[in-house]
């Protein structure tokens, strides 16, 4: 006897009930050739790599069984025509899995706990307000500079840092400049 561990994915349209009804056929399937159950790990619905059947997700089960290596060949056969079952894969291990009552799915040991954000106060809120500022004149200059260039490709343009104490009306008037050179 050797031990074997299979994962197989159910049809994701299937209530629990049916669900539940795939997974004792499988246990049926098994038992009857002579084989012996370890451990059933439902995992749920889950989202697949690439569509299989044009599904896109599918419900995953894991068993473990112990059976005769003759048994196998019978086994995949049987799952392969199940209408059911979207994918199945047997994998035979080397030695007695150790199984604990804990599920396998990879997706539970990830259970970090969700931190609330830290209330601000009104301070906090304004600093990043005056950044985003700074920054849209920065980009409105940028532009400008680079319409510049475009339309006086051969005078290198030399750029500054923004300077942030410059008004709306001088703006308009650098904007403006920059229209008036392309011709708009």
């Known amino acids: 006897m050797r031990y074997y561990e299979m994962l197989f994915i159910v049809h994701p349209n299937y209530e629990q009930d049916r669900l539940d009804a795939v997974i004792s ?25 690439y569509m299989i059947n044009k599904q896109r997700y599918g419900s995953y089960v894991l068993m473990y069984f112990e059976s005769d290596p003759s048994m196998i060949q019978g086994l995949h056969e049987w799952m392969e025509i199940q209408a059911q079952v979207l994918h199945q894969m047997i994998i035979r291990l080397e030695e007695k899995p150790e199984l604990s009552a804990e599920t396998q799915n990879p997706d539970s040991s990830f259970s970090a706990p969700y931190k609330k954000a830290e209330s601000r106060d009104a301070k906090t809120v304004k600093a990043p307000v005056k950044e985003e500022v700074v920054v849209k004149e920065a980009q409105v200059e940028e532009t400008v500079v680079e319409e ?30 920059a229209t008036e050179e392309k011709g708009v």
Not at 39 to 46: A, E, L, V
Not at 149 to 177: Q, W
């Open 25 to 49: 056929s499988v246990q049926e399937e098994i038992t009857s050739e002579g084989g012996t159950l370890l451990k059933i790990d439902n995992w749920g619905k889950r989202k697949l790599a």
């Open 148 to 177: 510049e260039t475009v339309v006086k490709e051969e005078t290198p343009v030399e750029v500054e840092a923004p300077v942030v104490e410059k008004t709306a009306v001088e703006e308009k008037a650098v904007v403006e400049e």
